[in-house]
C-alpha cells in the first residue's frame, strides 16, 4: 500500500501524508506498554497530572485503558490565575474515562513562594507551577502507590518546550514519539471531549497564554518540519528543495539542538574505568 | 577559546637536514562545528609554520570533537569538500596531519586522517580498529578502514636529505600489535598516531590508567620496531568524558623526547633525527634479523588451520 492510499484510508480528522498513523495499532502499543512497564516494577497504578488540555486527556484514557478507571489516579493542580475552563475540562475528560479525580489547590505554596520573590517574571513562575506540580505528583506516587505518568508529546521534546524536572518529569511517557498533530489524531480517536480537542493549545501558566502564539509557529506546520527533519533525516538543502523557508529551519534546528539538555540525564564527570550510563549500562528494566 | 603558541625545539642544526621539527596540536575541537573547528586548524597550521615546524600533527576527528554520535553524518567531509581544499592549500608552507569524518562514494562514513602538504592530500588513512565496547561505541556509526599503509612524507620545508617513510595508525589502531608490526615491516621511520582516548582509570597512582597504558605503548613500539613514534592526544571534555592530552615524541631507543604535554592546550614542538633513528637501528637490528619469512610461513599455516 502506498502512503497515499493509506493516508486516504483514514478519517478526515486524522493528519494527512506522512503523519498519519493506524490509531488502533498505535492505542494498542500505547496501552501495552503502560500495562506492561507499570506492573512490572511492581505497581498497578497510574498518576497522571489533568491539565484541561489533550495531552494529559489522552495520556488518562491510556492509562485507564492499560490499567483500567479504578487504578488511574488522575490529579488536577489548578493555581488562583488558570483559566476555569482547564479545571472544567480536566473535571470533564476524568469524569468520562470513569475516573474519580484529586484536586490539590497549589495557589498557597507558589504564592507563599513568590512573596519572597515578589519581581519573578512569568517564566520563573511557570516553571515554579511545574515544579510544584511535579512535587506533588511524586508526593502522591507514594501515598496512592502508582508510577508518575507524563504528558510530554514529541514536538514540545524537540522544541524544548516543556519545563525540565517539572512536567518533563515522570516515570513513563507514552506519548513522546508522537507529534502534536498525531495527539489530536489519536484524541479523536477515542472519542475525547471536543472541548479538550479543540480549544487552542496551551500550558495554562499564566492567563491567555497559547502554544501557538508563544512559540510563533502552529503545530501543524512544524510537526511536518520536524518529520522530515528528524524522522526523515533530510539536509538543509533538501528541506529548502520541499519549500521550507530557511530561517524557520534554522529555527527549528537551533530549538531542537538548544534543548538537547532537557533531553539527556546530567553529565557525569568520568574518572572510573566504569561510569554510570556510560560504560555500566545495564537496562532499565534489568530483571524485570 | 585559548591561544596555543608554539613551544620551540631546540636551535636548528646547520648544514645538510637529517631531522625535522614536528608541532603537536594537543587542541580541544568544539563538538560538531566544522566551520570553527577548520578555522582553528588554519590558526595553529600558520603558527606552527612560523614556529618552524616541518610537520603539524592534529589529535584523532580533530576537525569534528569524538563522541559525535547522530553527528556523524552532518560534519561528514569528502575529499572534494571545501574544507580539505582550504587545510590542503595551508599545507604549502608545513605537512599537516588532520583527522576528519571522510564520507565515501557509496556512503560509508569512515574516521580518518588525512596527510596533507604542498596543496593536496598526499596520503589518508581510514581507522580500522573501531573501538565498540566499554564508553566505545564508533561502530555503531562508522564503517572500518581495510588497509596500512607506509609513504614518503613530503615535508618539503625540511629538505631532507632522503624521504621520511611514514604509516599512521589512529588511536585503537595502536592497540593491535600487527598494525604496528605491518607498518615497521613496510619500513618506516615515524608512526604518527593521532588519538582521542578519554582519560579514565584513577587510583593507580598520580597518572590516568589511560595515560600509562599509552606510555607503554608508545615507548616499546618505537624501541622494538625502532622507529619514531609520534603521539598526538586531545584534551578538553565531552558530556563529562575528558581527555588527558599527554602528547610525545618517543625516539627509537624508546625515550621520550622532551616532555610530554600536560592536560591542557598546547603545541609543543619536537626535533626528530634520521640520524638518531640511523644509531638505533645500529645498536638494535630487530628490523635487519626480523625472519618475516617465518611469520609468512606460519601465518599460511594458521590460516590453513583456522579454515578447517
Redesign the interface.
Known amino acids: 500500500m502506498s502512503v497515499s492510499e493509506t493516508a486516504a484510508g483514514l478519517s478526515a480528522a486524522a493528519p494527512g501524508g506522512a503523519l498519519a498513523v493506524d490509531c488502533d495499532l498505535v492505542t494498542e502499543i500505547l496501552t501495552g506498554f503502560v500495562r506492561e512497564e507499570v506492573r512490572k516494577v511492581g505497581f498497578e497504578r497510574g498518576v497522571v497530572g489533568l491539565s484541561g488540555g489533550v495531552d494529559s486527556a489522552l495520556t488518562l484514557a491510556v492509562v485507564c485503558r492499560a490499567l483500567g478507571p479504578e487504578n488511574a489516579v488522575p490529579v488536577i493542580m489548578p493555581y488562583r490565575a488558570s483559566s476555569p475552563a482547564s479545571e472544567r475540562d480536566a473535571r470533564l475528560v476524568a469524569a468520562q474515562l470513569g475516573t474519580v479525580p484529586l484536586v490539590v489547590d497549589i495557589s498557597p505554596q507558589i504564592d507563599a513562594y513568590f512573596d519572597r520573590e515578589p519581581d519573578a517574571d512569568r517564566n520563573r513562575r511557570g516553571n515554579k507551577m511545574a515544579r510544584e506540580r511535579m512535587s506533588i505528583l511524586y508526593d502522591l506516587s507514594l501515598a496512592r502507590a502508582g508510577l508518575v505518568i507524563g504528558t510530554s508529546n514529541k514536538t514540545e521534546l524537540l522544541l524544548g518546550y516543556g519545563t525540565i524536572h517539572g512536567d518533563m518529569a515522570h516515570a513513563l511517557n507514552p506519548l513522546g514519539d508522537l507529534y502534536k498533530t498525531q495527539i489530536f489524531a489519536l484524541a479523536r480517536h477515542l472519542g475525547l471531549p471536543a472541548a479538550v480537542i479543540e480549544k487552542a493549545p496551551s500550558a495554562d501558566l499564566w492567563e491567555g497564554q497559547s502554544d501557538e502564539d508563544e512559540l510563533g509557529f502552529e503545530y501543524a506546520v512544524v510537526d511536518q518540519l520536524l518529520h522530515q527533519m528528524i524522522d526523515e533525516r533530510r539536509t538543509r538543502a533538501e528541506l529548502h528543495g520541499l519549500g521550507y523557508d530557511d530561517a524557520f529551519v534554522k529555527q527549528i534546528h537551533r530549538r531542537v539542538r538548544d534543548s538537547q539538555y532537557k533531553r539527556r540525564p546530567p553529565l557525569i564527570a568520568k574518572v572510573s574505568n566504569r561510569t554510570i550510563d556510560r560504560d555500566f549500562r545495564y537496562p532499565r528494566d534489568w530483571g524485570r | 577559546m585559548v591561544k596555543i603558541e608554539p613551544t620551540p625545539a631546540v636551535a636548528p642544526e646547520t648544514g645538510p637536514r637529517s631531522d625535522i621539527v614536528v608541532a603537536l596540536a594537543q587542541m580541544a575541537p568544539r563538538l560538531g562545528d566544522l566551520g570553527a573547528n577548520v578555522a582553528r586548524h588554519l590558526e595553529l597550521i600558520s603558527a606552527a609554520a612560523a614556529g618552524g615546524a616541518d610537520l603539524v600533527v592534529f589529535p584523532e576527528l580533530s576537525l569534528t570533537g569524538y563522541f559525535l554520535k547522530d553527528l556523524v553524518?552532518e560534519t561528514a567531509l569528502r575529499l572534494d569538500s571545501p574544507e580539505v581544499h582550504a587545510l590542503a592549500e595551508a599545507s604549502r608552507g608545513v605537512d599537516a596531519v588532520v583527522g576528519c569524518i571522510l564520507e565515501s562514494d557509496d556512503h560509508r562514513f569512515h574516521n580518518a586522517v588525512l596527510y596533507l602538504s604542498g596543496g593536496a592530500v598526499v596520503h589518508l588513512h581510514r581507522k580500522v580498529y573501531l573501538p565498540t565496547y566499554?564508553?566505545f561505541d564508533e561502530a555503531r556509526d562508522l564503517a572500518p578502514g581495510n588497509r596500512f599503509r607506509a609513504f614518503e612524507a613530503p615535508l618539503s620545508s625540511a629538505a631532507p636529505r632522503r624521504p621520511w617513510r611514514v604509516g599512521v595508525l589512529i588511536c585503537e589502531d595502536l592497540w593491535h600489535p600487527s598494525s604496528a608490526y605491518l607498518l615497521a615491516r613496510a619500513g618506516v621511520d615515524l608512526i604518527i598516531c593521532p588519538s582521542a582516548s578519554?582519560?579514565?582509570?584513577?587510583?593507580q597512582g598520580s597518572e590516568l590508567?589511560t595515560a600509562q597504558s599509552y606510555d607503554v605503548i608508545t615507548r616499546t613500539y618505537a624501541q622494538l620496531f625502532t622507529t619514531y613514534v609520534v603521539y598526538c592526544n586531545r584534551v578538553g571534555y565531552e558530556?563529562?568524558?575528558?581527555f588527558w592530552g599527554g602528547s610525545r615524541v618517543v625516539d627509537p631507543e624508546g625515550h621520550l623526547v622532551g616532555e610530554p604535554a600536560g592536560r591542557d592546550e598546547a603545541m609543543p614542538l619536537h626535533r626528530l633525527d634520521l640520524a638518531a633513528l640511523r644509531r638505533a637501528r645500529i645498536a638494535n637490528p630487530m628490523l635487519r634479523d626480523e625472519r618475516h619469512d617465518i611469520v609468512d610461513a606460519e601465518c599460511r599455516r594458521l590460516h590453513r588451520h583456522e579454515r578447517e
Open positions: 553524518t566499554g564508553l578519554p582519560g579514565r582509570g584513577v587510583g590508567g558530556d563529562g568524558i575528558n
